[in-house]
């Protein structure tokens, strides 16, 4: 069948993801809202996949809240067998932080994350053991490894003082004083241009690297 328009796609199983691009949007739903592809086929046409087509895959309605948007991740590489996260901005974990958290995609073996998803119990964001060729069969596993940060995205006063920019809350920067690196210089640059001029309620968004904010205290 042919389906609306204005619905969105998307998947629990975040490879599958990338597959169909470089950029991926990250949402959490505070209330159910979708529809499980699978559940559809098997009322619709009496069909259920178990490895195929449509396994953790889900239908919404085309706006989403913006309470529900949990993270955006920046990927390169090339489609096959998918993208790769560079970078990857989320929310911060802490609800006193005012502040989005700049993620790196770099593991420590010096590759580029497959996926990264965050665990509940902790509040830190790890790397998946994403293996190649599950794709459609399995949910990724988190693995032992956390994701180390590079910065944070800050609001500022329009004189674009620092000291006069949104921070993470203490606990927040506690988290990660021990989890650093930078990004490259091109992908600093790329983020800063993509920011540029961008403001939220007259406050001016800034890119500040970990070096810069957690070195204070």
């Not at 006069?164 to 920067?173: A, P, Q, T, W, Y």
């Amino acid at each position: 069948m042919d389906w609306p328009k204005d619905v969105i796609f998307s998947t629990i199983i975040s490879p599958a993801a990338a597959t169909y691009g470089n950029r991926v949007v990250v949402i959490r739903e505070k209330k159910v809202r979708s529809l499980d592809m699978n559940y559809w086929n098997h009322v619709h046409s009496d069909r259920w996949y178990t490895y195929t087509r449509d396994a953790g895959e889900f239908i919404s309605y085309g706006y989403i809240p913006g309470s529900d948007l949990v993270g955006y991740q920046v990927r390169t590489g090339s489609k096959t067998p998918n993208y790769r996260i560079s970078y990857a901005i989320y929310r911060a974990f802490d609800p006193k932080s005012k502040a989005l958290l700049v993620l790196s995609g770099l593991r420590r073996d010096g590759s580029l994350s497959t996926c990264i998803s965050q665990n509940p119990e902790d509040g830190f964001y790890y790397h998946c053991e994403y293996k190649e060729g599950t794709i459609i069969t399995s949910i990724p596993g988190l693995s032992r490894e956390r994701v180390r940060i590079s910065g944070v995205l800050v609001l500022c006063g329009s004189d674009n003082n620092s000291e006069n920019c949104s921070r993470l809350s203490d606990r927040e920067e506690g988290f990660y004083r021990e989890l650093q690196v930078e990004l490259p210089g091109n992908v600093v640059t790329d983020l800063q241009n993509r920011i540029k001029n961008l403001d939220v309620q007259g406050k001016l968004v800034r890119f500040l690297g970990s070096k810069d904010f957690l070195h204070k205290n």
